[in-house]
């Protein structure tokens, strides 16, 4: 498996970390509830998944934790809800990703909401971005899509879950900067989430798709979509190591993808240790490593105060690249 330069420059600062840890005595959940932050079929419900079918798998819950979907925003209705509603709740975990911190630097969650507005759990895994066809498109590599593109600005249409200036739009944004052109000219269309996406770039109403390499596993494992460059640092393991990815093919694109997830922001100190408790002994186990494995995502454990200083780092490091593309002044 390999690791981003964030996670490197992370791990030589200290930052990661899998302990261990009884759970927490002086509080038990009830009725745990997962919050995927979009419609089913995307980032967001896979790391619910993940997380639910691990701990059901271990064994370290007394009862089955529910998943509940919030779309909106890419994060944005959940993160305000939590704030707004339930700003003490105990019981409940939001699903949260690199996308979200992305909007968390451009302040699309509320100008008045950051990232010291959560109390950070722990991550579950690392995804990588990756550059998506139908299996039957004209293109079969990354410098054939470029060519056509520059040959005729503006006729193919990419499309993904979130608006301009999401994580999906960066990922086109900076292959179009690649290729001397301005993104702003870019035929985007916005979805609520990456099964949106998908069905768009399955139905030919989108010919680019800039989605993530664990959303797509099923699609591209039955033989309907095509990845013409995995945006990692290296080729992937296993499955997808015969996909290239952009930097060899002559396009220096990378964008990992952090999963993890937060709680209320005014969450009793002894649920918060509960929880990181129950991520750092997931951690240790068989089922977790299986399921993370199974659903295309790569190692990254960390939780508590390691996980808050990554997630500020992240946020730090989105504000600049928005400031590059002219999303920040």
Known sequence: MKLTPLVHALLGAGLLMMGTGAAHADFTPNKPECIAPAKPGGGFDLTCRILTSSLDKSGLLDQPMRVTF????VGAVAYTHMNSNRRTDDNAVVAFSSGSSLNLALSKFGKDLDVDDARWIGAI?????AIIVKADAPWNNLAELAADIKANPGKQVVGAGGTVGSQDWMKAAFFYRHLGLDPRTMRYVAYEGGGDAMAAVLGNHIQVYPGDMSEIKGQLDAGI??????????RLDGDYAQIPTATEQGFDIEWPIMRGFYMAPEASDEAYQYWVNQFNELYQTEAFTEVRNKQGLFPLSMSGDKFEAYIKTEVEKFQGLSREMGLLK
């Open 125 to 129: 895994g690392t995804d990588y971005g």
């Open 70 to 73: 919030m779309p909106g925003g």
């Open 225 to 234: 979509v095509r990845v013409l460059a995995v945006l990692s640092p290296e």
